[in-house]
């Protein structure tokens, strides 16, 4: 089955700074790739998906990678603000009803 | 627009009472319904899924069960709970156009307390 690797765990930086968070993933079926913002105490929220039929995709401040030779897609923030400091989870899974596998987390910082 | 509702949003329990999380969703149908659960800090483990009314298939061994009696409905339980039963239980959703799955989104989740 599908193994999905997250990386780092933790991850601070100066407010204005870029962030990036790594995933990578085992199961070459796997042709979706959504990543998930959780603030304290509330529920994970869609920010970015990406299909494999594309390498990249942008929505303002927010990017996504991805590399399907290679099994690993990235997030990438720019300009952080505080307000980015949260939970962010990666995921990976195919188009039938298996369900989505996700990476374990990482809690980003952003420091003003 | 989709919808999805859970309630309640708060359950403090003794250990060794009954349990009874539901989750419902508007908007949409023969969605793909899911439960997880967060331990304070930590990932998201999934406990169950559901394909279709009747349909359940459990992905860990626990003293929890899950139904799907109507199409947008799916509700988690358990005869007795446990103190590690303690976690945000959160149920998402997954809508299908023909045979392909679309973006899942998860519901305001049941913090759940056990004593």
């Known amino acids: 089955g599908e193994n999905v690797e997250q990386h780092p765990s933790t991850l601070s930086v100066q407010e204005g700074d870029s962030a990036v968070i790594k995933c990578t993933y085992s199961d070459s079926a796997s042709n979706y790739f959504p990543w998930y913002k959780q603030e304290l105490g509330k529920r994970p929220q869609l920010i970015i998906d990406i299909r494999s039929n594309v390498g990249e995709k942008k929505d303002q401040r927010i990017a996504v990678t991805l590399n399907k030779t290679a099994k690993h897609f990235s997030l990438h923030i720019t300009e952080t603000q505080p307000e980015d400091s949260a939970v962010y989870f990666c995921a990976a899974g195919d188009s039938g009803n298996t369900p989505l596998v996700f990476g374990k987390g990482t809690r980003l910082s952003v420091i003003a | ?115």
């Open chain 2, 1 to 115: 627009s989709q919808t999805i509702h859970q309630w309640p949003a708060t359950l403090v329990q003794p250990v060794g009472s009954p349990l009874s999380l539901e989750c419902t969703v508007e908007g949409t149908s023969n969605p793909n319904l899911y439960w997880y659960r967060q331990a304070a800090g930590r990932g998201l483990q999934l406990l169950f899924y559901s394909v279709g009314i009747g349909q359940i298939s459990s992905e860990v061994p626990q003293n929890l069960s899950a139904s799907r009696p109507q199409d947008r409905q799916f509700i988690l339980s358990s005869k007795k709970l446990l103190l590690s039963d303690s976690g945000f239980y959160l149920c998402a959703w997954r809508g299908r156009r023909g045979r392909f799955q679309e973006t899942q989104y998860f519901g305001p989740g049941t913090r759940l307390l056990v004593l």
